[in-house]
């Protein structure tokens, strides 16, 4: 990663840059800005607290300089980050690895996620958090939209 301007050039950072940009967001100048959304299964909103050995969530985390995400489902589980290149973070049980898009088709994967494994994620009650004004009305009408 690079630093230019106080701004991180690694490609995943800039992948979430112009995610967020694409939202309608402006990260926060002084600190390191994040979007985290988790989905459930069941039609409620997803809890902070899981088992990922029992558990069937899906997580996309979105930072200043990289983006990931994590899933999990019957005992296993799957931990892609994107830096200047996508890597394994822990286990890969799903081979997400390979087929892993562009941030910005990341609506593929997890539509891939519930296809290959029977399931169906509760869009309408994603979990968002963020340090990034204004921005969850946005993220919430882009997570319905996949």
Known sequence: MHAAGGRVSSLGGLAAAAWLAAR????PTLERWHVEVALD????????????TTSTRFHLDIYLEEWGVFFCHAGQSSRIRVTDIAFVHGRDDF???GVTP????IGWLLRHVESRNGLKFAREHVDVRT???NVEPAVRAWIASL
């Open 24 to 27: 309608g967001g402006t990260a």
């Open 131 to 133: 340090n990034v004004p």
């Open 41 to 52: 299964v069941v039609p409620r909103r997803a809890p902070s607290e899981f088992d990922e």
């Open 102 to 105: 562009q941030l910005k088709d």
């Open 95 to 97: 081979q997400l690895l």
